[in-house]
Each structure stands twice: as structure tokens, then as C-alpha cells.
């Protein structure tokens, strides 16, 4: 465990030496000013907005506005992982970066464990820190909270947990740029599927909704995601709820215990098999 | 005592590429034994092999009878290899305090003061990595292969950004770490380096030792030299054991011998003899 803790430690120096933390800050800060700005105009003109019977425009409008946050949160959650993961293995061993470290005596296994740890630690946080900021936000301007505080920052948070599993998984693989390229690719395509998924509910297309749906469990990040979606909604019922479930920011229909057991099953997949071809990969 | 590094019927394939055809070699305690080749000729893979960062395809190293890249060998080696980097925001102190931690050296601050002081870093102990030169970049690499006191060091062309002070630095050091027991596989390009501090060196071709021994036992006598009062003479034939006989007869013939030197190969001729003029 000496070699996992050196190593966490070092992935932490590195993201904030490298500056990625005031980047991320920095940026992290646009986005909540401007979602503070959207949700104060959002809500303050509420009233003057006519709505079709059956539908409560404020859970409407905070459910939508506050998917749009989680979706933003997911996304630069996404872009941290892969940023600290992507060159991880065949990256820092073309630069000569790996070599050193691997040549002492901590094992491979540390080592991919602590940078995995070292990503997660910073990228939990963050998430957790920008859901409970924007929910904040749009519980202040609009007075509209989620029917589930916690349980969606936590799927949200392990959504990004998945991605950087796959990223470091990738890392093993592929070089800096291709792995960064891929991961966006399966994370674009996870999001594609579940808007697939809307178009199937709204169409009423079982095929598609049930296509959605394996792409969902196939890369689960995107099940996160739609549970966590579903979460803030749970309680809304009728007419709401069902145009709610159109997205693609609001309530989603994919989710439940399966789906979280599921990701945890994933992630274990994925580290397994990051760390059996990162010990048999010659560097 | 099994010796700090054995290597047996090592055999490595890329694909269709072999880059080591059976290779057997031994580095004993506190020996000091040069690696030589042409580009290409297996050297990297082998030290790579040795301190388990690739897997052979047949046959086994060895560090101090533990196999090689197993935690008991990596506690047991350092290693710097031909093409490595530290992180550009560490300070040479940070490098060497990470690396402690890595190796479980409890040697703390007077270790890094006394392995920075080896390698004539002393005065740059705080400065970032990022704003140090290749060479003193490279004499770092060698400080940070010293940490925990390894018994068998693997040392990758150390001096291939170093100019003629900083060759000699890690020289120096070299012959000190021979004098502590500690056992040196040096790969290097520089021939004379390698023939001034090596007990013994391999020379690689395509894979194989094609050459291996002492440098005197590496090197072949080319003749006697004797300068006369009628210039130079050489006799290609002769040995060190004829030199006095011919001193004797120029003498005997009314010539004055000023000088008389016996010629051996040098290692550098000894390589290109054989490799055959191999470059890569």
C-alpha cells in the first residue's frame, strides 16, 4: 500500500503542478456563473410562460435546467478523467516517465491502482462539488429542488469513476491522443444512444427504446447518467413526468438497482482487465 | 552467492523480429561489465529483460537469484534507462525523495545530500527539473538508479549527454561504486569509457555475444615498436616477449633505440572486428 499512496500523491502533484485544477476552476466558475444567470431569468419569467394543462411549470423548468447542469457536470467530470488518465501507460512510457517508476519495487498493480485512485480522488470531489453547487442554484432562483438529493451526484460521480477506469484501460493500449480520441468517442456514443432512447419513448418504438437501452449497459456511464436523471424526478408523476422523460435533460426511464450493480461490475472488468495487460505489456 | 545478475538462453521476439538469439551472460559482485553493439544489436532489451520491464520470450535473468522483475530483484537493482524523463515541476530533491518512498529507502535527506554530492548536484538540489540541462538531467538519472543502495545497477548509455567533465564525473563514480562491491551493467556507445572502467564487456551482434572477456584478454598484440636513430620499425609479428631480443640485435648492429612500445589492439578495433563494421 506504500506504493499505492506514493503514487496517488504523485498523480495529485502532478494535476496540480500541471495547473489543471486552477484551469479546471477557472472554467468551473464560467459555467456556474453562467448557470446562476440562466436559472435567474429562467425562473423569474416563470409566470408569464403559458403551459398545457396538466404540466407544473416550475418542476418543468427546474428538472430541465438542473439536467442541463448535470449533463454540464458529467461532461467536464468526463473531460478531468480523461485528461488525467489518458497517458498513463503507453503515454508516460513513450515520454520515459513510466520506466522509472515501474523499476521499483511497488508491483504494476500499484502503480495502476494509484494513478486510478489518484484520478478518482480528484474527479469525485469535483463532481460532488459542482452537482451540489448547481442544485444550490436552482434551488435558491428557483425555489425548485430535486425529489433526490444525493443518490444522483453519486451516479454522476461514478459515471466519471467508469470513464476513468476506461481511459487508464485505454491507456494500456493506445497512445495520448488516441486514447483520448476513443474515450470521447464512447462517451459521444453513450450519449447518442440515449437520446436514441428519447426518440424511441416520444415515437413509442420499442425497438429503438430497447437498442437505447443495451447501448445504455453496454457503456453504462450513459445508464448512470439517465438514472441520475431519473432520480431528480422520482416522485413526479402524470402528464409532467412523461414529457419529462422526452429529455434530453430531464426525467429518463433507464435505471434502478440493476443498472448500479451493473457499473460496479463493470468498473471491477475493466480494472481486471487494465491490469492484466498492463503487467504482460513490455515497455 | 548467485551472481548479481545472471542471464541464460535469453531469447526475445518482436513479431518476426529477434532481437536476442539465446543470450547467456553473468555479472558477478561487484564486477563492472560494459555492453557493446551496434544499434540494433539487442543491448536495450536486454538491460529491459533484466529489470523486468519486458518479458522474454524464452530463457530467464536473474538478480541475485531472484527472477528478474519480481519484488525482491527490483528491491535489489537500479536503473536508468537510455531514454527516461522526470516530471518537468519536481526539484532534483523531490525526484529523489519520490524515488525514495517507491524504493522504502529509509535513507531520507543525508541519502539525497550524499547521492546529489556523487553526481556533482549538489547546488541545483532545488531546482526544477524543467530548468536543468540534458546532461545534468542525465547525471540526476544516475543518483535516482542509486537510491536505496542497490546492489546491481543497470545503466542505460549514462553518459550519452554528458560532455568530457561530466564523463569523467560518472566515471569516477563508476570506479567508487566498484570499490563498495556494488556490480555494474554499463551499456554504452563510448568505447573508451567502457575500456577504462570495465572488468570485463559482451559484445552484441544481432542478438548474440559474438565477443566476450577481459579488455586484455579481448585485446590481440599487433607488433613491437622501436624507435631508432633511423626512424621508427615495426616488427608485426613479434610479441612483448621478443622485445628484448630485438632491442639486443639493433644495438648489436650499431643502431641507438631511443623508445620501444609493444602494440595490442585496442577495444575500439577489437568491436569493429567484431561487428564488421556493423552500424545498425
Known sequence: MRGVGTIVRYGLEEALRRKVFAVVLLLTLCFLGLYWLANHYAFRDLSGVGVPAGIDARTFAGSFIFGLAMFATLFLGVVLAIFLTIGAVRGDAERGLLQPLVVRPIGRSSLLLGRFLGAAGVCVPYVLAVYFASMVITGSAGHWWPDRIVTPGLELAGAVVLIAAISLLGSVFLTATANGIAIFMVFGAGLVAGLLGSIGHALNSHTLERSAKIAAYVIPVEALYQDALGQITADTHGVTRFILELGPFGGAFVGGTTVRLWSVAYLALVGALALFAFTRRDL | ?280
Not at chain 2, 38 to 48: D, F, I
Not at chain 2, 85 to 90: E, I
Not at chain 2, 115 to 122: I, K
Not at chain 2, 139 to 165: C, F, H, K, M, N
Open chain 2, 1 to 280: 552467492m548467485p551472481a548479481a545478475l545472471a542471464v541464460s538462453g535469453l531469447v526475445k521476439r518482436y513479431g518476426r523480429v529477434e532481437a536476442l538469439r539465446g543470450v547467456d551472460l553473468a555479472v558477478e559482485e561487484g564486477e563492472l561489465v560494459g555492453l557493446l553493439g551496434p544499434n540494433g544489436a539487442g543491448k536495450s532489451t536486454l538491460v529491459k529483460i533484466a529489470c523486468g520491464l519486458v518479458r522474454p520470450t524464452q530463457g530467464g535473468a536473474e538478480v541475485a537469484g531472484a527472477p528478474a522483475g519480481s519484488h525482491a530483484a527490483l528491491a535489489r537493482m537500479g536503473y536508468l534507462a537510455e531514454l527516461f524523463r522526470f516530471p518537468g515541476w519536481y526539484s532534483a530533491d523531490e525526484v529523489l525523495r519520490l524515488h525514495q518512498r517507491l524504493s522504502g529507502s529509509t535513507g531520507g535527506e543525508a541519502e539525497r545530500t550524499r547521492l546529489l554530492e556523487l553526481v556533482a548536484l549538489a547546488e541545483a538540489r532545488d531546482r526544477r527539473v524543467e530548468e536543468m540541462s540534458k546532461g545534468m538531467q542525465q547525471r540526476l538519472g544516475i543518483a535516482q538508479a542509486l537510491v536505496g543502495e542497490p546492489r546491481l545497477l543497470l545503466l542505460d548509455e549514462p553518459t550519452s549527454a554528458l560532455d568530457p567533465v561530466g564523463r569523467r564525473t560518472v566515471r569516477e563514480l563508476l570506479e567508487s561504486l566498484r570499490g563498495r562491491g556494488i556490480s555494474v551493467l554499463l551499456n554504452s556507445h563510448l568505447l573508451s569509457e567502457v575500456e577504462l572502467v570495465c572488468d570485463r564487456v559482451a559484445i552484441l551482434l544481432d542478438g548474440a555475444v559474438v565477443t566476450a572477456g577481459t579488455p586484455s584478454e579481448l585485446a590481440r598484440p599487433r607488433g613491437v615498436e622501436v624507435e631508432t636513430d633511423e626512424g621508427t620499425r615495426v616488427y608485426a609479428d613479434a610479441r612483448r616477449d621478443d622485445a628484448p631480443r630485438i632491442v639486443a640485435e639493433l644495438v648489436a648492429a650499431g643502431r641507438r633505440v631511443y623508445g620501444v612500445s609493444v602494440r595490442t589492439s585496442t577495444l575500439e578495433e577489437v568491436y569493429l572486428d567484431a561487428v564488421g563494421g556493423e552500424t545498425s
